[in-house]
């Protein structure tokens, strides 16, 4: 099979593997890595092509109940680990940042946050744990969350069926796959980049404080020492 056929790839099990994907997004936090938007975008454009892998209900209806199912996932786990989630080594590894502006969305817009969390990026993997942890109801945490997967997954898969037509997109299919990789691997790389420098002030930050002792301890023992009574 050509690397680039996802279209067959698809129809032999990759709409499975898709809402797979879609739900490990928010089921589990290392689904801040999946490339969520723009797999959707191109599994619409894939579903306009002459020989589709799916008609276009299908994936319009098995991606939202994926997702809604990944963050009734995500919410009984921030649920059963309370706060105890934030201090895995998966959130060290995401950082503070994004935790602080989740609360904040939390903060501003409280319910509506599982909304409209769904369509930003690694916010939509927090929300389902932090409405669990903070014990959200979950009657309103359900119907949010299938709001927002609803208009999310459909919504992004019909877009790009839409565009699926347009002549310059169906040629460059290949291009559209690169480029969803890319929307994984250069956040992620330009994320450790920053953790990594971070990290060195911080060390370097501590470093005088780290030294001093040991340097007033070598002052203490180059002292001539006076007899005393002399």
């Keep these: 099979m050509n690397p680039f056929d996802v279209s067959s790839f698809m129809a032999t099990g990759g709409l499975i593997g898709l ?3 879609v739900f490990l997004e928010t089921g589990v936090l290392v689904g801040f890595v999946f490339p969520g938007d723009s797999l959707l975008f191109t599994a619409g454009i894939l579903a306009a092509q002459p020989d589709p892998y799916a008609p276009l209900w299908l994936p319009c209806v098995l991606v939202p109940l994926s997702a809604a199912l990944g963050d009734q996932c995500g919410y009984f786990i921030g649920r059963r680990l309370g706060a105890g989630v934030l201090q895995g080594r998966v959130m060290r590894f995401i950082g503070p940042e994004p935790v602080d502006r989740t609360h904040r969305f939390f903060e501003r817009y409280g319910p509506l946050t599982v909304f409209f969390g769904r369509f930003i990026g690694i916010v939509r993997t927090l929300v389902p744990l ?5 014990r959200m109801r979950h009657r309103d945490f359900t119907i949010f ?10 919504g992004i898969i019909v877009l790009g069926y839409l565009l699926g037509d347009v002549t310059i997109i169906a040629e460059n299919i290949d291009l559209m796959i690169m480029a969803s990789a890319a929307t994984v691997i250069v ?8 953790r990594g420098l971070a990290r060195r002030r911080a060390n370097r930050a501590e ?12 002052e203490a023992d180059e ?3 006076t007899a005393r009574g002399h």
């Design 223 to 225: 002292r001539p020492v």
């Design 187 to 194: 956040p992620i790389t330009v994320h450790l980049i920053r």
């Design 19 to 21: 809402c797979v994907l």
């Design 145 to 154: 969350s299938v709001l927002g997967s609803t208009f999310w997954g459909a």
């Design 207 to 218: 470093a005088p404080d780290d030294v001093m002792p040991d340097v007033a301890a070598t």
């Design 130 to 134: 932090l409405a669990g942890f903070t």
